[in-house]
Structure formats: C-alpha cells, structure tokens
C-alpha cells in the first residue's frame, strides 16, 4: 500500500480562509454557494479525483430590507430581525397586528390556536418538529410569526428557516427570527403592538452538489460516503458552520487520493443543508437503489471546530459500529461521546433514512449546541484549527480502515431505530415521494 499524504493544518487554514474571507456568506442559491461549488470541484479534481456535479431546484432567500417595529409604552421601537428561508415577505408593505406571547415550545398538543388568528405571535421555539403543529398554526391565520431561538438566551437574532416539506404542503407566513432577550424586554415592559416589513422573501434558483470519486480496488465490497455542506445561513460566513467541514473534505480527498484502498469512497460537498438537509435528500433520492445496494457507511463533517467545548460523535447503526468508531479517536487522543440519538437536522440523515449506516462528528460549546452558529460572528475566531486537524486525523483512519477491512462492524440500521427514523423522514421531510423541486 502507498503511504497517504499527511492532513496539513496549514491548507486546512488556507481553505477555510478562502471559504469565509475570500468567498463570504454562501447562502443556498446565491453566487457566494455557487462560488464555493466551484472551489471545491477545482480541488477535488486538482488531486485526481473523478468529479461531477449534481444541481437542483431550490427556493433562495433573497432580501433587500426587514424591519421590525414594536410598541412599547406607547412609542414604536425598531429591533433586528431575520427572515426565515422558506417563508415568504411582506412585498414591501408594513403588516401591523397586536402582540401576543406563545408559549409554542410547551404547547404543541393545544387543539384550538384561534385565538391566535390576527395577532403577531411571539412564538417560544424556533424548530417546529411537528407536521400537525405546524397544519393548526398555519389554519390559525395569525398575522406574522416572531421566532424566538430559545437554546440560548442571545442578544442577536439568529437566522434560520421552516423545513420546505411543511412549507411546500401546507403554506407559510412572514416569519422572523428575534433575539431571545429582545423578546424578553418586550414581555417585561409590556410590549402591545408589532409591525414587519419585509421587501424580498423567497424565489427560484439552483443549488448543487459536488461529487469526488475515489476508486477503489474492489468496488463490489461496498462505498463508504464523507459528506459536508458548503451552504451557510443568512449574513453568516459559516466558518464553523461549514467551511470546517468542507475544508475536511478536501484535505480528505488530498490524503485518500495516493492510497490503494479497497472499497470505493465518494467525498460530497452539500449545498442547501441549512433548508434541512436538502442537498443530500436530493441525493439519496436520485440514488436510493445504489444506497441500498452498495452503502456501507457515511461520514458527516458538521461543526467539528468550535475552540472550547466538547466533540460529539453520534452513531446511527450497530453498536459494534458505535464501538469501533470511537476506538479510532480514543487512539488519537480524542476523548469523545458517542450519542445514539436520531438526529435529523445534519445531512448524514437522508443515508439513514435509506438504510445506510451514519456518523456525524459535531463539537458543541454550550447545551443548545453553539451559541454563535447561524450568527455574523461564526468566523475563523470560533475555530481551532489545530482541534479541527486533530479530529480530521482520526477520521481520516477510521476512513481507511473502513475501505480495507474485511468485516469492519456489522451494517445496517437496528430494527428497533428503523421505525423512529422513518417517521422523521416522513414528517419533517415528506418521504420518498416528496418533489424534489420546492
């Protein structure tokens, strides 16, 4: 066997420059994704790589202003405000409606939400995860939404979005995301009345994924899949949020690239991840039958870089699989936890869906997660490259063992997983047969 390159901090540096100060903000269907697109294929290819590229049709968030107003005290107040993709605007005009407080997050299960009809709904909880929830709210016609992110008490909206299955399907409402203190301050000093204006919402355009075949010596003993995204959130250059993985793709493609392994490997670099997963559902709806037929496991990089904080691992699959995952970062002096929950919001979980064993390395700094994710300041300060390169290392073996070893765990998804994953790709995504053009 040739030796392999070895993962260079200094290029893993170099591409995530490129990524957050040379390209910027990557929102899905904008230039700045298809310029990352482009990036990435130029590198794939430059190390030998067969490359191809998959598009598709999107809704893009483009938006020229938001403004939201609130009246405290009797005198009108302007506060941030971020549109939600997949939500549409307000055409310019500004909608005002009395201000009511919804404890959303603790209220899913109420059966009538009429008294929520007209107003501008302060609603607690961001991630609507339930596809009858989300049917009575959209029925109840409030006004407009005002998401409140509640996994960290901030002072900036974050920006985010609806999944496009339930918007697709059931409509949607101008939806802003606020800062959870900002909403704060209009409960306690009794805030009566909102008003949005939002000029631009959501229009047609095309993402894409770009795809990195590595071939190996016996391609009929399976295909292991590595996945990142290079789409970001609105206003945010996603150094954490994904160049961190992106840049671990191509720094795994230069590595892998030299060696004669025995499985087949495909490296893919999603865009539209940060509308749920839509890039790799595209995927793994064009290529279900290669999925059921060749796939042994895939491998998402999301996240993984925050400077302080704890590395997460989790494991749909085996616990055999669970087991020999974690002995290859445990040998490179990584202590991490391996979590066995089902995790739909990351783009390893289409390929779970579909049967194919998934890890999902992530690195967490705070019980919601990351406090600056899907923010402006998620830029190269949140990130240590040298924790990044030391994860990517072990990953990078885990790779290679898992392409040469005869039987390296046992694959498959457990029976007793099978049932909750196939609920969530069916409510949160629509199914096999949801249209891929949204």
Not at 98 to 112: I, K, N, T
Not at 231 to 256: I, Y
Not at 387 to 409: E, N, Q, W
């Amino acid at each position: 066997m040739s030796k392999d390159r070895s993962l260079s901090p200094e290029l893993l540096e170099q591409h995530l420059s490129h990524l957050t100060k040379d390209i910027g903000v990557r929102l899905a269907g904008s230039e700045g994704e298809r310029l990352a697109a482009e990036y990435i294929a130029g590198e794939f290819a430059g190390y030998g790589a067969a490359v191809s590229l998959e598009e598709y049709e999107i809704q893009s968030r483009v938006v020229e202003e938001q403004h939201l107003l609130i009246n405290i005290g009797g005198r009108w107040e302007e506060f941030p405000c971020s549109l939600f993709s997949n939500t549409p605007g307000t055409d310019g005009r500004m909608l005002e409606a009395p201000l009511v407080f919804f404890e959303g997050a603790g209220s899913s299960g109420l059966p009538d939400l009429s008294d929520l009809r007209g107003r501008a709904v302060v609603h607690l909880g961001t991630h609507i995860e339930s596809r009858n929830y989300y049917r009575a709210l959209m029925e109840a016609e409030p006004a407009f939404l005002l998401m409140v992110d509640i996994r960290y008490p901030g002072n900036v909206p974050l920006a985010d979005g609806m999944f496009p299955a339930y918007t697709h399907s059931m409509g949607a409402l101008p939806t802003v995301n606020v800062a959870f203190m900002d909403a704060w301050r209009w409960k306690a000093e009794g805030a009566t009345t909102a008003r949005l204006s939002v000029r631009g919402g959501m229009q047609p355009g095309i993402s894409q994924n770009v795809i990195a075949d590595l071939p190996g010596t016996d391609p009929g003993s399976g295909l292991v899949i590595i996945g990142a995204h290079h789409d970001t959130q609105a206003d945010s250059v996603g150094a954490d949020d994904n160049a961190v993985g992106v840049a671990g793709l191509l720094e795994l493609v230069r590595a892998l690239s030299s060696l004669k392994l025995k499985r087949d490997i495909r490296l893919i670099s999603f865009g539209a991840e940060e509308q749920l997963s839509v890039g790799s559902a595209v995927y793994v709806r064009r290529h279900r039958q290669e999925m059921k037929e060749r796939g042994l496991l895939m491998v998402n990089l999301d996240s993984y870089g925050s400077l302080l904080g704890w590395t997460e691992l989790i494991c749909n699959g085996s616990q055999e699989l669970a087991d020999y995952a974690r002995s290859f970062y445990e040998a490179g002096g990584q202590y991490i936890k391996i979590s066995r929950k089902m995790e739909p919001y990351a783009d390893h979980f289409p390929f779970v869906a579909a049967g194919v064993c998934g890890l999902y390395l992530g690195r967490s700094n705070c019980l919601g997660g990351r406090f600056f994710h899907h923010r402006p300041d998620d830029n190269m300060s949140r990130i240590s490259v040298r924790i990044t390169a030391s994860l990517l290392a072990c990953t990078a073996a885990l790779i290679r063992d898992a392409c040469m070893a005869k039987r390296p765990f046992k694959p498959g998804i457990p029976s007793e997983e099978a049932q909750t994953i196939a609920g969530l790709w069916e409510d949160l995504f629509g199914g096999w047969d949801q249209c891929v053009s949204l």
